[in-house]
């Protein structure tokens, strides 16, 4: 996509995770990305129907045309997705924490430290993806509402941006 990316991730990779449930809609994705084959092949549950909650409203939906969805083991699937990104030139650091951003006119300025101690890497573009724990990089600071700042969500935060969540079965 024409950027250079770093991924932090503070744990180690791969690691013991819960399952995640992912719908059929996510082939596409996968396909884009190049690692339907390998996800297709690691051999996940498949789903025949999901519940999808949006806007306060639920509806059960039946098996789906093509692809099923998934439920994946969550660390098998982000080494999927982490070799996927690297070989593709992404650097990748593990066991690594990010620290409260600073912006500028420069850019972004994100501190890490990891075991090889402290260092900052600097960033047009953050991609804030902490998921239901996603206040931890902001430290109690209102999360900027910038157009360089992308951010994941759940549950309800992620209906407030008017996104979908969803269970699988």
Not at 1 to 20: K, N, S, T, W, Y
Not at 88 to 100: C, F, I, N
Not at 101 to 107: I, R
């Amino acid at each position: 996509f024409g950027r250079d990316v770093c991924l932090i991730e503070r744990q180690a990779v791969p690691r013991p995770h819960i399952g995640e449930s992912l719908p059929a809609s996510v082939w596409p994705i996968l396909n884009l990305l190049g690692v339907a084959p390998e996800v297709e092949a690691a051999g996940f549950l498949r789903a025949t129907g999901s519940v999808l909650h949006w806007g306060g409203q639920f509806e059960r939906r039946g098996p789906t045309a093509g692809q099923p969805g998934l439920l994946v083991d969550r660390g098998q699937f982000d080494s999927i997705l982490l070799d996927a990104a690297q070989r593709e030139g992404a650097q990748v650091l593990t066991q690594t924490r990010a620290y409260r951003p600073d912006h500028s006119a420069d850019g972004w300025c994100i501190p890490l430290r990891s075991e090889q101690g402290p260092r900052q890497v600097r960033a047009n573009v953050l991609i804030e993806a902490e998921g239901r724990q996603g206040q931890r990089l902001f430290r109690g600071k209102t999360r900027p509402a910038r157009p360089d700042v992308l951010r994941g969500g759940h549950g309800v935060e992620a209906q407030a941006l008017g996104m979908a969540t969803w269970d699988i079965f």
